[in-house]
């Protein structure tokens, strides 16, 4: 009986390297698989030994091609949730269609234009051909397939109910993105006159405004006072003290820096959680996001419990996924509570994160038996509650940034034609 050298991971996603005797490759998958781990690479004894070899990389390349090799997602750019969207619908059309799993990922395979999830498709059937399950195959791949992905894969797995599991996800999918599209559309519009008013700014202070400034001079006549602030300005953009650099493009340098200091402070522990409590604490915008984060909450626990995931299980899933660092916390102590027996009523309300409405029919979900379908409600509403909170927004930013534009343009228009005004007059009299 041969021995085939393998790298694998644990379920803590730790890589460990060995041998093993089996008869056949799929042999020392299913052995591999049995005590726990899941191989990525396996090569007959003789044939390359992964990780320790000294040949060229022409010659691991072919001896790769000639080995059982699975790849991994952590080495691979991920997709847009759009095009994972489309698979999980098209697999769920298949396999309830009555096409067998491996033969569905063998035909999306070949038709998918995307060259990353088409690389992706391909590894998830050799593994399953190789004896894994699917959600063992997708859990090789978690920068593509979240927690939340696997588990509900898994849950319809034991099931038997694979295909109503992956319609239930491709929903989830959808609606998440439109939700995600609606927000990102609304602020597309007060951007873009964000955009314009600067740039009209700095071409006016720049180009037009040092002309008028050279003409007064000349005259020398008084100026206004805001024609003075409009000059004194345009001069602070044109001015060279540093490298000989317009002061203006150091003013753009330091936004940037600020944006990436601010950035690299939100990843810390502290940082995230000052910022992601703002967030649900801005005048306008953190009803929004209190909204959102609490739709978001309450679609993925439903969607996970309606699958057949363990409530604990969907718990630490809707946790890690919530995007908030206080929902988080807050769910922590949720599943704390149910660990101990609890209901889930009395931690989401002491929490203070989660409107009285929701506390409210998650205790008659509770109460009836309906949680799940309780909680897929409560995501509906708050989905509506905030396409329309958005809409709402986008109205009153518009004539705003149309009225903020005006003023800034009209101000360095009356700043630069007061003084003329005034020569004109002057000129007249005389």
């Known amino acids: 009986m041969p021995n085939f050298h393998y790298t694998a991971l644990d379920a803590k996603g730790e890589q460990a390297n060995g041998e093993l005797a089996a008869a056949t490759e799929a042999e020392a998958v299913q052995k591999l698989r049995a005590q726990g781990l899941y191989p990525t690479h396996i090569a007959e004894e003789g044939k390359g030994k992964p990780g320790i070899s000294s040949a060229s990389p022409a010659k691991k390349s072919k001896a790769k091609a000639k080995s059982m090799n699975i790849t991994i997602g952590k080495g691979k750019s991920t997709v847009k949730p759009k095009v994972l969207m489309v698979?999980?619908?098209q697999l769920a059309t298949l396999i309830d269609s009555g096409l067998p799993l491996l033969r569905s990922l063998t035909v999306l395979g070949k038709q998918e234009p995307n060259p990353v999830l088409k690389s992706t498709i391909s590894s998830l059937a050799d593994s399953v051909q190789g004896g894994s399950t699917f959600s063992e195959s997708l859990a090789q791949h978690p920068k593509m397939f979240n927690k939340l992905y696997v588990n509900m894969v898994k849950a319809g797995e034991l099931g038997g109910v694979l295909e109503v599991v992956l319609n239930r996800l491709a929903e989830y999918q959808e609606k998440a993105q439109k939700l995600k599209n609606k927000i990102v559309s609304a602020m597309v519009y007060p951007a873009i006159v964000m955009f314009i008013a600067v740039a009209i700014l700095v071409f006016l202070m720049i180009?037009?405004?040092?002309?008028?400034?050279?003409?007064?001079?000349?005259?020398?006549?008084?100026?206004?006072?805001i024609s003075q602030i409009v000059f004194g300005f345009s001069e602070f953009c044109l001015g060279r003290p540093i490298a000989g650099i317009p002061n203006v493009v150091w003013v753009f340098v330091a936004l940037g820096g600020l944006i990436v200091a601010l950035n690299a402070f939100g990843k810390t522990k502290g940082g995230r959680l000052l910022i992601d409590k703002l967030k649900l604490?801005?005048?306008?915008?953190?009803?929004?996001?209190?909204?959102?984060?609490?739709?978001?909450?309450?679609?993925?626990?439903?969607?996970?419990?309606?699958?057949?995931?363990?409530?604990?299980?969907?718990?630490?899933?809707?946790r890690d996924t919530a995007g908030n660092v206080i929902i988080s916390d807050a769910i922590s102590k949720v599943h704390e509570a149910v660990k101990e027996g609890e209901s889930?009523?009395?931690?989401?309300?002491?929490?203070?994160?989660?409107?009285?409405?929701?506390?409210?029919?998650?205790?008659?979900g509770e109460e009836t038996g309906q949680l799940p379908e309780m909680l897929l409600k409560i995501a509906d509403v708050y989905d509506d509650e905030v396409d329309n909170a958005v809409t709402a927004l986008t109205s009153i930013l518009e004539p705003i940034m149309i009225v903020m534009l005006a003023l800034v343009v009209g101000a360095i228009v009356f700043a630069l034609f007061l003084p003329l005004i005034k020569m004109i007059s002057e000129m007249s009299e005389q």
Not at 348 to 363: C, E, K, Y
């Open 207 to 225: 180009f037009i405004v040092p002309k008028f400034k050279d003409m007064f001079t000349e005259t020398g006549s008084d100026l206004p006072l």
């Open 87 to 89: 698979f999980t619908r």
């Open 281 to 318: 604490n801005l005048p306008i915008l953190g009803d929004v996001t209190r909204k959102s984060a609490v739709s978001r909450f309450a679609r993925t626990l439903g969607t996970l419990v309606t699958s057949g995931v363990p409530i604990l299980q969907a718990l630490n899933i809707t």
């Open 344 to 364: 889930i009523v009395t931690p989401l309300s002491s929490s203070g994160v989660f409107p009285n409405m929701v506390i409210s029919m998650v205790d008659v």
